[in-house]
């Protein structure tokens, strides 16, 4: 029914009412470390609210979220039934669906968020949700598929950790069998901070696994080892943490040990995101036996999917410690080593009680279906016996089995356009009203008494930058400031670029990575810019930032990314680049709802990159390497023309008198040249193999490496290669194009695939070899039949005049692919950066 002039006056003063009340609660909060952008808590099937832990669970019919069904159940049961349960109210209702549903939530921001799922089977009527047997899926992964709730009497809780590159959320609920229903109890949807999951981490064997921040996981277990039961009220992300004598196996041979002073939290160390002080300060210690230094391992054993990888993430905090250096201990993981002679003062700078966590990535797990985790003592003659652990993570990583299942949410109806308007002008005002007191309150606080002593430093101008570097054994972030010397015309205050991102509004990202966030900007004449803006928590820092500036400033192609400018105000590491209208290349194969990009656009932009790519292989007098080619590092104007971006783990190519580069590895997973993992060797032929890799992308339009399929497609190299060594690669061509690619072209494109991805660098072709025979291949494709004679690469030469295109050097002599002189030689080839970059790009 129309609302009267009453009930609107009354909603305007509700309206008024909540946005004072929350400008309250966030001046009372400025304080706070994260404070969730996305917050959905929903209580499904019920009609009230319910308050958990002092966070209040909407019912779902609210407005919180969308719900896509006009005929699902809401069903409650007996209050006795759950009694006894945490959480029992939001057990007590449930939503149930016959057909394919969904939840939909938009979301304020991108990047990892948290998504629970409560399920408690009850009987309701004709329903029995004991014999449930359905999927649960979002847009990208599935979360659960033929699932079915134990009928015990306990509820069942799943935890998933997710990197949602959409504005919206939407969780689908799809019934399997016939005659049986899906159902849910309670839904939380929350943000977390970007750097809770990081890129890499070490594997068992030992090595490096990258591309970590876009997993998936699901949470197996969590524990406050030696402690307490953690409840969500007392941890920053509303986490729970359970105690772990359920799965310690040897008892006798430790205690559990609780700290009273005060922890202390170092830069660039763990944080109470990463876990709060109720796991850091309690821990399970070995015990000295006999005053010897015969010690037994501390151990605990869980179980888990055999088939599955895991990541494991230890939390440490020297709380039994008398003094620095004298804690040192070995870790295990199924009984091989994670870490030898572990020292947590070297690892937390020399302070005791600094809370530190380790990732550990398991590939696969015993077949039996039983993970152990191991505390020893070091076989350090210096080390004395000892050992600690104070919480545990395991999580799952390959998740998702099945097709994905997506129902859309329906438009909003027309007849509460006057409820949206007058909540959307009440948020507006409380975000002003907020936004001004938190202001006023900010600029009440005292600056930070600096310490009296200060660690060495230096600085070396760069561009107009003065780089100061500390002594002390921090991350990688080092604090910027002004030189009055040295070109600044690339410098951009910072007031210009907060301004052109409405202060680096979250509606403005257009990006997530492992540097930080890009957002768009649009400056005072209506130009748009694309603004990286490092992420103060990030491990990846003055490297990168100086790297891509020394490159880009000195670099003009047309197929390479314009660098604008900087910012170093504030501290800050901002990179200004020109906007790139169409995004990145791997937006437009896959994950996303774009339309298809035709076959011979794919060439196109394919014949671009790598002009880009030849360019700055051959450009100089010493090649330089992009080290970290990918489908997400190439973007598209607004005429999808192919631009190579993302320079910050570039470096310069060896000296003449050698043939390659010895430095650490660095890049994105899937993408890495093997030859280069294993040797530490970098070439150009490194790029050549990435290359090869986006090849692969662009004729299949899937991930590099899709944890949810079968083990042998999951590495598109690795499952492709087979194809075309059968010359069968059109049977995984992508659909939406194989009717439009002509098989001598295709022909062509599988075989200078096959050679970038050859075992050893010498074996694969120049980067302008490849240019030249993505040509040829684009040549074939237009030219059809008439060129169907010519069967080898290698017979380039015998093409009819008019097939030849200048690509080469000729090109670079082009007005728009000059360069400026910068003396690329005076550039460290020694210098590792300190970080992986992420699978997405930064």
């Given at each position: 029914?129309?609302?009267?002039?009453?009930?609107?006056?009354?909603?305007s003063?509700?309206?008024?009412?909540?946005?004072?009340?929350?400008?309250?609660?966030?001046?009372?909060?400025?304080?706070?470390?994260?404070?969730?952008?996305?917050?959905y808590?929903?209580?499904?099937?019920?009609?009230?609210?319910?308050?958990?832990?002092?966070?209040?669970?909407?019912?779902?019919?609210?407005?919180?979220?969308?719900?896509?069904?006009?005929?699902?159940?809401?069903?409650?049961?007996?209050?006795?039934?759950?009694?006894?349960?945490?959480?029992?109210?939001?057990?007590?209702?449930a939503?149930?669906?016959?057909?394919?549903s969904?939840?939909?939530?938009?979301?304020?921001?991108?990047?990892?968020?948290?998504?629970?799922?409560h399920?408690?089977?009850?009987?309701?009527?004709?329903?029995?949700?004991?014999?449930?047997?359905?999927?649960?899926?979002?847009?990208?992964?599935?979360?659960?598929?033929?699932?079915?709730?134990?009928?015990?009497?306990?509820?069942?809780?799943?935890?998933?950790?997710?990197?949602?590159?959409?504005?919206?959320?939407?969780?689908?609920?799809?019934?399997?069998?016939?005659?049986?229903?899906?159902?849910?109890?309670?839904?939380?949807?929350?943000?977390?901070?970007?750097?809770?999951?990081?890129?890499?981490?070490?594997?068992?064997?030992?090595?490096?696994?990258?591309?970590?921040?876009?997993?998936?996981?699901?949470?197996?277990?969590?524990?406050?080892?030696?402690?307490?039961?953690?409840?969500?009220?007392?941890?920053?992300?509303?986490?729970?943490?359970?105690?772990?004598?359920?799965?310690?196996?040897?008892?006798?041979?430790?205690?559990?040990?609780?700290?009273?002073g005060?922890?202390?939290?170092?830069?660039?160390?763990?944080?109470?995101?990463?876990?709060?002080?109720?796991?850091?300060?309690?821990?399970?210690?070995l015990?000295?036996?006999?005053?010897?230094?015969?010690?037994?391992?501390?151990?605990?054993?869980?179980?888990?999917?055999?088939?599955?990888?895991?990541?494991?993430?230890?939390?440490?905090c020297?709380?039994?410690?008398?003094?620095?250096?004298?804690?040192?201990?070995d870790?295990?993981?199924d009984?091989?080593?994670a870490?030898?002679?572990?020292?947590?003062?070297?690892?937390?700078?020399?302070?005791?009680?600094?809370?530190?966590?380790?990732?550990?990535?398991?590939?696969?797990?015993?077949?039996?279906?039983?993970?152990?985790?191991?505390?020893?003592?070091?076989?350090?003659?210096?080390?004395?016996?000892?050992?600690?652990?104070?919480?545990?993570?395991?999580?799952?990583?390959?998740?998702?089995?099945?097709?994905?299942?997506?129902?859309?949410?329906?438009?909003?109806?027309?007849?509460?356009?006057?409820?949206?308007?007058?909540?959307?002008?009440?948020?507006?005002?409380?975000?002003?009203?907020?936004?001004v007191?938190?202001?006023?309150?900010?600029?009440?606080?005292?600056?930070?008494?600096?310490?009296?002593?200060?660690?060495?430093?230096?600085?070396?101008?760069?561009?107009?930058?003065?780089?100061?570097?500390?002594?002390?054994?921090?991350?990688?972030?080092?604090?910027?400031?002004?030189?009055?010397?040295?070109?600044?015309?690339?410098?951009?205050?910072?007031?210009?670029?907060?301004?052109?991102?409405?202060?680096?509004?979250?509606?403005?990202?257009?990006?997530?990575?492992?540097?930080?966030?890009?957002y768009?900007?649009?400056?005072?004449?209506?130009?748009?810019?694309?603004?990286?803006?490092?992420?103060?928590?990030?491990?990846?820092?003055?490297?990168?930032?100086?790297?891509?500036?020394?490159?880009l400033?000195?670099?003009?192609?047309?197929?390479?990314?314009?660098?604008?400018?900087?910012?170093?105000?504030?501290?800050?590491?901002?990179?200004?680049?020109?906007?790139?209208?169409?995004?990145?290349?791997?937006?437009?194969?896959?994950?996303?709802?774009?339309?298809?990009?035709?076959?011979?656009?794919?060439?196109?932009?394919?014949?671009?990159?790598?002009?880009?790519?030849?360019?700055?292989?051959?450009?100089?007098?010493?090649?330089?390497?992009?080290?970290?080619?990918?489908?997400?590092?190439?973007?598209?104007?607004?005429?999808?023309?192919?631009?190579?971006?993302?320079?910050?783990?570039?470096?310069?190519?060896p000296?003449?008198d050698?043939?390659?580069?010895?430095?650490?590895?660095?890049?994105?997973?899937?993408?890495?040249?093997?030859?280069?993992?294993?040797?530490?060797?970098?070439?150009?032929?490194?790029?050549?193999?990435?290359?090869?890799?986006?090849?692969?992308?662009?004729?299949?339009?899937?991930?590099?490496?899709?944890?949810?399929?079968?083990?042998?497609?999951?590495?598109?190299?690795?499952?492709?290669?087979?194809?075309?060594?059968r010359?069968?690669?059109?049977?995984?061509?992508?659909?939406?194009?194989?009717?439009?690619?002509?098989?001598?072209?295709?022909?062509?494109?599988?075989?200078?695939?096959?050679?970038?991805?050859?075992e050893?660098?010498?074996?694969?072709?120049?980067?302008?070899?490849?240019?030249?025979?993505?040509?040829?291949?684009?040549?074939?494709?237009?030219?059809?039949?008439?060129?169907?004679?010519i069967?080898?690469?290698?017979?380039?030469?015998?093409l009819?005049?008019?097939?030849?295109?200048?690509?080469?050097?000729?090109?670079?002599?082009?007005?728009?692919?000059?360069?400026?002189?910068?003396?690329?030689?005076?550039?460290?080839?020694?210098?590792?950066?300190?970080?992986?970059?992420?699978?997405?790009?930064?």
């Amino acid at each position: 029914m129309p609302q009267s002039v009453s009930e609107l006056a009354m909603d305007s003063r509700r309206n008024l009412f909540l946005a004072l009340s929350l400008a309250i609660w966030i001046v009372g909060t400025c304080h706070a470390d994260f404070t969730p952008a996305d917050n959905y808590l929903i209580n499904c099937g019920s009609m009230i609210d319910a308050t958990i832990d002092q966070r209040v669970f909407q019912a779902d019919n609210s407005g919180g979220a969308i719900l896509t069904s006009s005929n699902s159940t809401a069903a409650t049961t007996s209050p006795n039934l759950v009694a006894g349960f945490d959480s029992a109210m939001l057990y007590q209702s449930a939503r149930i669906f016959s057909v394919a549903s969904s939840y939909a939530f938009n979301l304020k921001s991108r990047g990892r968020h948290f998504v629970r799922l409560h399920f408690f089977p009850f009987k309701y009527q004709t329903y029995d949700l004991t014999t449930a047997n359905f999927k649960v899926s979002t847009q990208d992964v599935v979360l659960l598929n033929n699932f079915t709730a134990p009928s015990s009497s306990s509820p069942v809780f799943r935890e998933y950790s997710l990197n949602i590159t959409r504005d919206m959320l939407i969780l689908t609920f799809v019934p399997l069998v016939d005659g049986t229903q899906a159902f849910i109890n309670a839904i939380e949807v929350i943000s977390v901070p970007d750097d809770l999951i990081t890129d890499s981490a070490q594997t068992v064997n030992p090595g490096q696994y990258l591309g970590l921040s876009m997993q998936p996981l699901q949470t197996s277990y969590r524990l406050n080892v030696g402690g307490a039961k953690v409840t969500p009220d007392n941890d920053t992300l509303w986490r729970t943490w359970a105690t772990d004598e359920s799965f310690f196996l040897n008892s006798t041979a430790t205690k559990a040990v609780a700290f009273q002073g005060k922890l202390n939290y170092q830069k660039g160390l763990a944080t109470q995101e990463d876990a709060p002080d109720s796991v850091y300060n309690t821990a399970r210690q070995l015990l000295v036996q006999n005053n010897t230094s015969n010690m037994s391992n501390m151990t605990w054993q869980f179980n888990v999917d055999g088939r599955s990888s895991y990541l494991i993430r230890f939390h440490f905090c020297d709380i039994v410690g008398k003094a620095e250096y004298d804690l040192i201990f070995d870790v295990y993981v199924d009984g091989e080593s994670a870490s030898k002679d572990l020292d947590l003062s070297s690892a937390s700078f020399g302070t005791l009680a600094a809370p530190y966590y380790m990732d550990i990535v398991l590939p696969s797990s015993d077949p039996s279906g039983k993970l152990s985790i191991s505390i020893g003592p070091s076989s350090l003659n210096k080390a004395e016996p000892n050992g600690i652990l104070n919480g545990l993570e395991i999580m799952k990583m390959n998740i998702s089995t099945g097709s994905i299942v997506v129902v859309p949410p329906p438009s909003a109806p027309k007849k509460h356009l006057a409820v949206i308007l007058g909540s959307v002008l009440g948020g507006v005002a409380a975000f002003i009203i907020a936004a001004v007191l938190c202001i006023c309150c900010r600029r009440q606080k005292k600056p930070r008494t600096p310490p009296t002593s200060r660690p060495s430093s230096s600085w070396t101008p760069l561009n107009g930058l003065s780089f100061l570097t500390t002594g002390s054994r921090t991350t990688s972030r080092t604090t910027l400031t002004s030189a009055t010397s040295g070109d600044t015309s690339y410098r951009i205050p910072f007031v210009v670029l907060q301004d052109a991102t409405n202060h680096f509004d979250e509606q403005m990202v257009i990006g997530v990575g492992g540097f930080g966030k890009v957002y768009k900007a649009v400056m005072q004449d209506g130009s748009k810019l694309a603004v990286k803006r490092g992420n103060q928590k990030s491990h990846q820092g003055l490297r990168e930032f100086r790297t891509e500036i020394e490159l880009l400033s000195g670099l003009r192609h047309r197929h390479l990314v314009s660098l604008i400018g900087y910012c170093d105000e504030h501290n800050e590491m901002i990179l200004v680049y020109e906007y790139m209208e169409k995004g990145t290349l791997k937006s437009h194969l896959y994950g996303s709802d774009m339309p298809p990009l035709s076959w011979k656009k794919r060439l196109e932009i394919c014949i671009g990159a790598a002009r880009g790519l030849h360019y700055l292989h051959t450009g100089f007098a010493k090649s330089i390497i992009h080290r970290d080619v990918k489908s997400a590092n190439i973007l598209l104007d607004e005429n999808l023309l192919a631009k190579v971006s993302d320079f910050g783990l570039s470096k310069v190519g060896p000296e003449f008198d050698q043939t390659h580069v010895s430095t650490a590895v660095k890049g994105s997973f899937g993408y890495l040249d093997p030859e280069y993992f294993r040797r530490q060797k970098l070439t150009d032929k490194s790029d050549v193999y990435s290359f090869g890799v986006v090849l692969l992308e662009v004729i299949c339009a899937r991930p590099v490496i899709d944890p949810t399929l079968p083990r042998e497609m999951i590495n598109l190299a690795e499952w492709a290669i087979k194809w075309q060594k059968r010359g069968e690669l059109d049977q995984i061509v992508d659909q939406r194009i194989a009717g439009t690619v002509r098989p001598e072209a295709l022909r062509k494109f599988g075989e200078t695939v096959e050679k970038c991805l050859a075992e050893y660098g010498v074996e694969r072709p120049t980067m302008g070899d490849v240019l030249w025979n993505l040509e040829f291949v684009l040549q074939l494709q237009e030219a059809g039949p008439d060129m169907s004679n010519i069967d080898s690469m290698n017979q380039i030469s015998e093409l009819p005049s008019n097939a030849k295109r200048v690509v080469s050097s000729l090109e670079l002599s082009t007005a728009d692919e000059s360069r400026t002189a910068v003396n690329y030689s005076d550039m460290s080839t020694s210098n590792a950066f300190s970080q992986l970059i992420n699978a997405e790009g930064r």
